[in-house]
């Protein structure tokens, strides 16, 4: 009840101001700090295999298998995806912006959120960069 007293003036805020993007949009830029954010993890083979099982589960649909972008939904969700496979793919993008993006969501991608640790989102961060090494 309380919060609601706090939502309603923000909902109508944003109805009433167009130039604002709405608050329950996934974030289109990404803040600095997180964009410069280091992988702080060392993958190990048992690490990896985890992230291959969760992006199997969580990924591969859009992604494809091996990162190629020709999942089976790409087709029906009319999705415009990049080759992993191809090293130029993820060229202009840090791990921080990695990270951000398969935690918080991009366009039509929903993020993992709070699903996953976030070493373990770290990890996909390096199997998502290793398509290109195979
Ligand atoms: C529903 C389909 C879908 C699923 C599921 C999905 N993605 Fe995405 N992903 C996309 C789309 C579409 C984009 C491009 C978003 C944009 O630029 O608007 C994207 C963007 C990305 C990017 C940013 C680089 C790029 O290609 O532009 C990364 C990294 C990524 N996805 C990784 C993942 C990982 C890892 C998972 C699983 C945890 C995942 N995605 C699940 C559809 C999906």
Redesign the pocket.
């Known amino acids: 009840m309380l919060k609601s007293l706090f939502v309603l003036p923000i909902l109508l805020l944003s109805i009433l101001s167009p130039q604002q993007p709405p608050a329950t949009s996934t974030p289109s830029s990404i803040p600095v700090e997180a964009a410069r954010m280091v992988n702080p993890v060392r993958p190990t083979p048992e690490s990896q295999a985890h992230a291959k099982k ?2 199997g589960y ?2 591969a ?3 494809g298998a091996n990162g190629n972008g020709k ?1 089976e ?1 790409v087709a029906d ?1 009319k ?4 080759d ?1 496979t191809d090293p130029e ?2 060229k202009g ?1 840090s791990d921080g912006e ?1 990270f951000y ?2 935690k918080n969501g ?5 993020g ?1 959120g709070d699903r996953a640790r976030p070493e373990d989102l770290w990890n ?2 390096i ?2 960069r290793s398509f290109a090494k195979r």
């Open positions: 969760m992006y969580d990924c649909m859009c992604h999942g939904l969700m999705l415009v995806l990049k992993y793919a993820l993008l990695l993006i398969i991009k366009g039509q991608m929903s993992e996909m961060v199997l998502v």
